[in-house]
């Protein structure tokens, strides 16, 4: 039979009830792998566009062409091959030098064997047209392509601006150019403000594919912005010590413009208001704009104290009651002197006596003086007579304490007897500072804590401690990790969001601020400040009094 085939403009199948099957024997007539079965209804040979063309040439023909199958053929015993006997036309070399549009082609085939029974199927070329557009100069123009490129040009005098032109690239297409979207600024000479501008002139062709073309014109303002202030300023300290000065307060203007910004900002070392500390001063104003043009001017400025200062603290007339043999003599806290500008005060006694001086019997004046870091000054004196008596009596001190830490915590909650002090004159005693002590009924941290009472005569003025430590030992065992984990965690969706298991949520905190060993030390005890009680844990419940809580089973 003539080989045929046809370039058709809608993509069909026509089949002469040719079917794929496994038994090639059983076959009346051929059938084809990819062309008009049930699994491959259209056979797509998928291709691009030739660079520069709209189309695709077929340089080898066998491209599209379908694999036969029929129920004819020889056998070779010796290659144990099989040699279809079937025709496909057109045939390969007819195909060769075809060319096709872009979109899709049908091809017709006819496929004849031996005993002249033929099928027809259709097999389909998409030609894809990927190449995206491309830019070229207008026709005369003799200058590379500007696509890319930038152009910095310098502001105009007294304007944030600068005028620019410049020839707009022409867009061009291997089929053809749909749609050019031009640039946001006249190209033939337009106002461009200061800075980056990127001009985009966006082609597109009839596939959708899309090209850009990018101009970036910069530009630079030249021209440094203006800035004048006030100068030789003078500012003295307030006389008031509750609450102190850091200084004086300190105020001056300043006038900035610029040929962007009618109100340019600036910035100075010290903002205008801000308090100065005592002494001289040199402001630096500086004004930048967005060009980074800067101006700068200067302010000096002085601040003065004229201010004594004044004892916050000073000791009252005390009387010490001294004992036989005594290596150190009365104790009392060194004044301490505030100043209206905040700065540290030089206190001194000025017969050079110091705390614990051992002093004869009768009456002594201490006398201070205090002086600011200007040379003002104050004097004040109090009085202390030394007389001889006894220490207070304490009771029900207790020893060493050790206890092992609770399950799973690394505290533990300890008791003791109530420490009774009394003075000579049987008068109960407080201890010094119980507020930030520990007491009893507190959770103790692991380790060795030392708890220290210290009681003071109220007549006598004579001291008396009592001192033990509390041992909290380890003795859990370690968890394997799933274990620990299911015994630590939290309810899920429930992570971060509360206190975790076993953890500390009320009562009162003994502060571990370090630790020597198996020795803490430890800070005033403080109020647990944790702002979420709540157990991270459902199953858990913040249990406890206001000396101890935390978040234990239900």
Not at 222 to 244: H, K
Not at 380 to 403: D, E, H, Q, R
Request: charged share 20%; proline share 6%.
């Amino acid at each position: 039979m003539r080989a045929s085939f046809l370039l058709v403009a809608v993509a069909s199948v026509l089949r002469a009830g040719a079917t794929l099957q496994s038994n090639a024997t059983v076959q009346t007539k051929p059938s084809y792998q990819y062309c008009g079965n049930e699994t491959h209804p259209v056979s797509v040979y998928i291709v691009s566009t030739e660079k520069g063309k709209c189309t695709w040439t077929d340089q080898d023909g066998m491209s599209i062409q379908p694999d036969t199958l029929d129920n004819r053929g020889e056998y070779n015993s010796t290659s144990k091959t099989f040699t279809q006997s079937a025709s496909v036309k057109p045939t390969r070399q007819e195909l060769i030098g075809i060319t096709y549009p872009r979109g899709y082609t049908d091809v017709l085939f006819t496929v004849t064997d031996s005993m002249g029974n033929e099928n027809k199927c259709i097999n389909q070329v998409y030609v894809n047209d990927d190449q995206e557009p491309a830019f070229k100069m207008p026709n005369g123009v003799n200058q590379s392509l500007i696509c890319g490129k930038t152009f910095e040009v310098d502001s105009e005098p007294y304007k944030c601006s600068a005028y620019f032109q410049y020839y707009e690239p022409v867009a061009t297409d291997n089929c053809a150019v749909s749609s050019v979207q031009k640039p946001a600024h006249n190209p033939k000479g337009d106002h461009y403000p200061v800075g980056s501008n990127v001009e985009k002139i966006t082609a597109k062709d009839e596939s959708g594919n899309e090209k850009i073309c990018e101009i970036m014109i910069k530009v630079k303002d030249v021209e440094p912005p203006t800035l004048s202030c006030d100068n030789d300023i003078v500012a003295y300290v307030p006389a008031t010590f509750s609450p102190c000065h850091n200084g004086a307060v300190v105020n001056f203007k300043c006038n900035a413009a610029d040929n962007c910004n009618s109100k340019q900002p600036f910035q100075c070392s010290v903002n205008s208001g801000s308090t100065i500390a005592v002494g001289k001063h040199s402001i630096t104003c500086t004004a930048t704009d967005t060009g980074g043009n800067t101006t700068t001017a200067t302010i000096k400025a002085k601040v003065l104290d004229v201010t004594p200062p004044r004892f916050k603290t000073f000791p009252s007339d005390m009387v010490h009651y001294a004992q036989a043999g005594e290596s150190f003599g009365k104790t009392w806290d060194v004044p301490v002197a505030e100043d209206n500008t905040c700065d540290v005060v030089d206190v001194k006694e000025i017969n050079g006596r110091k705390p614990g001086d051992l002093l004869a019997a009768g009456k002594h004046d201490i006398t201070y003086v205090a002086t600011d870091k200007s040379g003002n000054s104050v004097t004040k004196s109090f009085t202390l007579t030394v007389v001889s008596p006894s220490a207070p009596s304490i009771s029900n001190c207790p020893g060493n304490i050790t206890k092992t830490s609770d399950t799973h915590q690394w505290v533990t909650r300890v008791t003791w007897p109530d420490i009774v002090a009394t003075d000579a004159d049987n008068k109960t005693l407080t201890a010094k500072g119980i507020e930030t002590l520990p007491v009893s009924g507190m959770a103790f941290p692991l380790g060795i804590t030392t708890v220290k009472y210290t009681f003071e005569g109220t007549t006598s003025k004579q001291v008396a401690t009592c001192e033990f430590n509390v041992i909290v030992n380890d003795v859990e065992k370690p968890s394997p990790v799933t274990s620990a984990t299911d015994v630590f965690k939290c309810s899920p969706g429930s992570e971060g969001k509360g206190v975790g298991n076993y953890q500390q949520c009320g009562g009162l905190v003994i502060p571990v601020t370090s630790k020597t060993g198996q020795i803490n030390v430890i800070g005033g005890v403080v109020p647990f400040s944790g702002t979420n009680t709540t157990c991270c844990n459902t199953a858990f419940k913040c249990t406890g009094d206001d000396k101890y809580k935390a978040c234990l089973p239900k």
